[in-house]
């Protein structure tokens, strides 16, 4: 069993981190996803591995093909010692093309293994492994909503933004 | 980036106020959905608009037709500034009629941005707009348990409840 | 509502119980799974109730069965009173056989509610119920992957425990 350093308010930035990930991705802010990273970061992912850039880069254009996607995360566990950390947080990435294109549609089961190190008091990235559990095949399953009401988007138009702009916070 | 200025007990208070709504509406429990909400709280949902107050209204015999539903809620980001935050919590939401009312169970995604507000101390929702991200029917997926076990109920035998009463806690 | 007075340290305690438990069976770490419980734990599990230990014997002849799980957790609830609490863990949980045995392939929606105790000064479950709320069958879902990468196994090699033995942290 770990031993963890770590205090608190750490474990909550160290989460963060992830979020900002997941957010950055889900929402299309390049910036926040990259902010995840520390500058010089690496990145193995199903069918990638290299920097930071180069894994943001790689992943646009594949991205574009996507009418949305979620990056749901759930056991997120640091253990901290010193300066360095290690974070294995699961997820399940839902991906949605347009409703009749079947083939994009898939779930995928991982873990986000990362190597987090704090350097001028920030925790970043500095190694991820993306390990892939499963991968589900979702073709034929979604269905339109019942009713109209509040939808995600890719755009300044999600209520996220739309709310953040509102109180001036972010 | 936020920067964010509440301290991590707020954020375990901001996050509880997710899972009194998310406890309530599972568990059968409506003032404990109620209490994550402030007395003039919004709510904009798909296929409503409204206070709080109506918004419960409007779903109670919706719900009765369902025999289960679970709020099952992932990344959680709260960012405050003195008495406000804007808070993002993803989350999947699982609807089960009977086993043969195939029509009843499907999965949403969704993500909840709050406007929570303190007031005399307590974190609640001052507006709520509940974005779907996705639909997704699970008609002819559901399957019966392969034993006997412990089992989730909407009554005050779940074993939740039970714990409670006899831990005299909460 | 639930009124709590553990600190935030002891919520973070609480909270690494469940992820020993969901670690230690995913990764194949009984040891680690077994330390979720204090030595006279109980379990209540569909088809199963007895012993922690009995629990840990019965399950892992049906859990050869299988290629891999995910226990993956979202809403995390401890109400703490003192040296007792009562914690309630909503969970998914992800089995996968082999991608030509379909009958394996299931995502269970079950609530952990946990009697934690903490007993010279370490938190740990001496009563669950794992209540199991449904059972969907994902027969037929599994795909492969589209490319090579980090991938989740039962070994030592997973990425998880590499990582951990290269920073010689845990």
Redesign the interface.
């Known amino acids: ?3 963890s350093t770590g205090s ?2 750490e ?2 930035q160290i989460y ?1 981190v992830v ?2 990930y ?2 950055g991705l889900d929402r299309n802010d390049k910036a ?1 996803m990259r ?1 995840a990273y520390h500058a010089d970061g690496i990145d ?6 290299g920097t930071a850039d180069e894994f943001i880069e790689w992943l646009t254009p594949l991205w574009r093909d996507y009418q ?1 996607s ?6 997120h ?1 640091a ?1 901290i ?1 010193g300066d ?3 974070v ?1 947080t ?1 997820g ?1 990435s ?1 991906h ?1 093309g347009k409703l009749d294109e079947d083939g994009k549609n ?1 779930t995928n ?3 986000y ?1 990362d ?1 987090m190190t704090k350097r001028d008091g920030l925790w970043a990235i500095s190694e991820r ?10 073709a034929g ?12 988007t890719r755009t300044q138009e ?3 933004w739309v ?2 702009r509102k ?1 001036q ?2």
């Open positions: 069993m770990a031993t608190d308010s474990r909550w963060e979020l900002r997941c957010r926040l902010s193995h992912h199903t069918g990638f591995t949305g979620m990056h749901f995360i759930g056991n566990w253990e010692v360095d950390a290690v294995e699961y399940m839902v949605w898939t089961g991982f873990r293994v190597h492994w993306a390990a892939r559990d499963w991968t589900r095949s979702d399953r979604y269905v339109p909503k019942e009713a109209e009401g509040p939808t995600g999600d209520p996220l709310l953040k109180l916070i972010g």
